[in-house]
């Protein structure tokens, strides 16, 4: 008996059993298959279902099959740029009349040497433009709409203006050069807080503190210049008494003898010779005033050479005077670049403060102060958004409204 030799290869296994899909079956030529289908698809439709025609191209023209692809010519100026070229000839030396003429004419030819060099991006196409739009099934309108971004803003100002649209220049964002001076949300100090540290609540309530003692000594400054002495003000006795002056004759001779009397007082009254000081007296009191003297001066060298042990105070106190000066720059500089755009003067809001008493360890049971709105109108007026303004008072009438009853009213009797 002979026997069947069997094939030697995979070995076979029941395709009925997902198990056997999984891991035993190899699918690789059924992966390839699938894939080659799929690239047909793509590329076309299935090469089984082409015509002849399709998959083949009859060659009309002789070549050479070697030849290599020919290059795409460089970038050429067009013969209307090169018209626009200056020639180098033509142009004269810069005159003082025509120097910024000339200038101009410089800077065009290194533009147009530069577009010789490269080409120029499309001006208006964004870089993150999605080009794979569907041409044929839409109107050219549409388009370029999509392609340039176009807005009905865009499109206004292309019909009525004829460009495109006006950007912002990055200039006017930069107003007056405040907007780096001020921020337009400034962080509130951290005494501010829900639950501050007590050093950070102390320092609030001290800067406010500064505050309304600086309004009171205004205030106080004004009344002072106001104040007047009550003894000095003029009533009717003493104005009858200045209109009565010098009108009757006892007058006269009260004033002849104050003036005698004026003249009996001396500025250096006689001296005795008993009132009249030794020689000796004067020679100790000019001793003693000449001591009194050098101890003055002693002590104050004395204070002098001790002053070297303060001198950290000293630089202490010169810090802290330089960052006063140093604010009180910044403060000028900001000034000077803030625009007046009303005639009244912006003025620091007051902060929001809480005593210790009224604080309170959780959000639940503080009590909110304070207005959002208000805070984003001072921070308007205070970059210069808006103008400062103030409450309006209406002006007071000077005379008083007078009642009259017309005649045509008068006569009516009911």
């Not at 921020?183 to 501050?196: D, L, Q, R, T």
């Not at 205004?218 to 003029?234: D, F, G, H, Q, W």
């Not at 009565?244 to 500025?267: A, H, N, P, Q, T």
């Not at 003055?296 to 810090?319: A, D, V």
Request: net charge positive; proline share 5%; with cysteine.
């Amino acid at each position: 008996m002979i026997e069947k030799q069997r094939k030697v290869g995979t070995k076979r296994w029941n395709k009925n059993k997902k198990k056997n899909w999984r891991n035993k079956i190899d699918l690789t030529d059924l992966e390839d298959n699938l894939d080659k289908q799929r690239l047909e698809l793509r590329t076309g439709g299935l090469v089984k279902d082409k015509l002849d025609h399709e998959l083949y191209v009859v060659e009309k023209k002789a070549g050479n099959v070697n030849e290599l692809p020919k290059q795409k010519p460089k970038y050429r100026r067009l013969r209307v740029d090169q018209i626009l070229v200056p020639n180098p000839k033509d142009i004269k030396p810069p005159s003082k009349r025509n120097c910024a003429k000339f200038k101009r004419r410089e800077a065009r030819q290194t533009m147009i040497a530069k577009l010789g060099k490269k080409k120029t991006p499309i001006r208006g196409i964004s870089k993150h433009v999605n080009l794979s739009l569907d041409i044929w099934n839409q109107e050219s309108k549409e388009i370029a709409e999509k392609v340039f971004r176009k807005n009905e803003i865009m499109r206004h100002t292309e019909s009525v203006v004829g460009k495109s649209q006006i950007q912002r220049p990055s200039h006017l964002d930069n107003k007056f050069g405040v907007k780096q001076a001020v921020k337009a949300v400034e962080p509130a100090h951290p005494g501010a807080s829900y639950n501050p540290t007590l050093e950070d609540h102390q320092d609030l309530m001290l800067q406010e503190h500064n505050r309304e003692s600086h309004k009171v000594a205004v205030k106080e400054k004004i009344e002072r210049a106001i104040a007047t002495n009550p003894l000095e003000i003029a009533t009717d006795e003493s104005q009858q008494k200045e209109l009565m002056e010098g009108l009757f004759d006892g007058g006269e001779e009260k004033s002849d003898m104050e003036e005698d009397d004026d003249e009996g007082i001396r500025v250096n009254p006689p001296v005795s010779t008993e009132d009249r000081k030794k020689r000796k007296v004067r020679k100790r009191e000019a001793r003693e005033k000449d001591e009194l003297k050098k101890k003055k001066i002693e002590w104050e060298n004395k204070l002098k050479e001790h002053e070297i042990f303060r001198t950290k105070t000293f630089l202490s106190e010169i810090k802290q005077k330089e960052k006063k000066m140093e604010l009180k720059k910044a403060k000028r500089q900001l000034r000077e670049r803030m625009p007046v755009l009303s005639a009244v003067k912006y003025v620091e809001p007051d902060q929001d403060v809480q005593l210790s008493s009224d604080m309170r360890g959780s959000l639940r049971q503080l009590k909110p102060e304070g207005s959002l709105i208000f805070d984003r109108y001072k921070s308007l007026q205070k970059r210069c958004i808006i103008e400062t303004r103030e409450k309006f008072k209406p002006p007071r009438r000077k005379y008083k409204i007078k009642f009259q009853e017309k005649r045509s009213f008068r006569e009516i009797e009911l």
